[in-house]
């Protein structure tokens, strides 16, 4: 509760900053808003001249994509900027301050910023999700919804792990801006190839969405699961709940590893 009440507090100055440039955040929202929904009707083009995709209609796939960007925008709410970010700070010296805070520098970097370009994202997933669900015969009894509960937390977790693990990169790279773009980018990044399923890719995609860079536990799987969908490995549709503790885990003891045996780059 102090957390969320502090959170609360930084963001009202965060945001108190940028309405300084009002016109400026006003359209970053319309220019964000205008590009997801250039997306959703590039998809709903492709269905309405493809009636399905490997067996899935418009709307389960619908539904696929916007339960995963769902926790996505929720993950970049807090995650996104900082990482992004990281490679400058390092680079400039900036990231020294962190450290002197009276708080870890990673709660810090969380909590002094809001990522509100993700808004427009998050809206519009909430929307196309409702719209989906409309026309999906999925049975919602207390076991499905606890399992989809469970599920979508796990992707939080494994979208933040990821998103972590890309910045913390900067510890030893310095600049990793394209690697974080690379891995969590949503308009051209390899997060972009989990908005459809993963059996439309070949085998070494499909292999690196699961093993390597799980995306696909955060939507095709459980998802697939859900819909009665004839899954290669269907056991999968059950381990998200471990691929997140898993990759939390590694996030954490990387991102630790990496504060430990850092080394000022500033002048």
């Not at 997801?36 to 994509?65: K, P, R, S």
């Not at 910023?113 to 994202?121: D, G, K, L, M, S």
């Not at 690196?208 to 860079?213: A, E, G, K, P, S």
């Not at 290669?232 to 504060?259: C, K, R, T």
Request: glycine fraction near 8%; charged fraction near 10%.
């Amino acid at each position: 509760m102090y957390l969320l009440k502090m959170y609360r507090h930084f963001v009202i100055i965060y945001m108190k900053g940028k309405l300084a440039y009002h016109f400026s955040l006003v359209f970053e929202l319309i220019a964000n808003t205008i590009q997801i929904g250039i997306y959703f009707a590039g998809f709903l083009a492709i269905f309405h001249n493809f009636g399905n995709i490997a067996g899935w209609t418009q709307n389960e796939v619908l539904f696929m994509f916007t339960t995963s960007w769902l926790t996505y925008s929720l993950s970049c709410f807090f995650f996104w900027s900082p990482m992004k970010d990281m490679g400058e700070l390092i680079r400039t010296g900036k990231f020294d301050l962190y450290l002197t805070r009276p708080i870890g520098p990673m709660l810090y970097m969380v909590l002094q910023q809001f990522q509100y370009t993700f808004i427009p994202r998050l809206v519009l997933s909430v929307i196309f999700w409702v719209y989906s669900m409309r026309s999906l015969s999925i049975e919602w009894t207390a076991g499905s919804l606890m399992f989809y509960a469970v599920n979508m937390v796990s992707s939080f977790v494994i979208f933040s792990a990821i998103t972590i693990f890309t910045g913390t990169i900067s510890f030893w790279t310095i600049k990793s801006e394209e690697i974080v773009s690379l891995l969590t980018n949503n308009n051209y990044g390899l997060k972009n190839y989990t908005d459809y399923p993963i059996t439309i890719y070949g085998k070494g995609i499909g292999f690196l969405l699961t093993f390597v860079i799980p995306y696909a536990f955060t939507g095709y799987y459980p998802v697939g699961h859900l819909l009665g969908k004839s899954l290669s490995h269907p056991e999968y549709a059950y381990l998200s709940p471990f691929v997140a503790l898993i990759a939390g885990v590694a996030a954490y003891l990387l991102w630790n590893y990496g504060l430990k045996h850092y080394n000022s780059a500033g002048a």
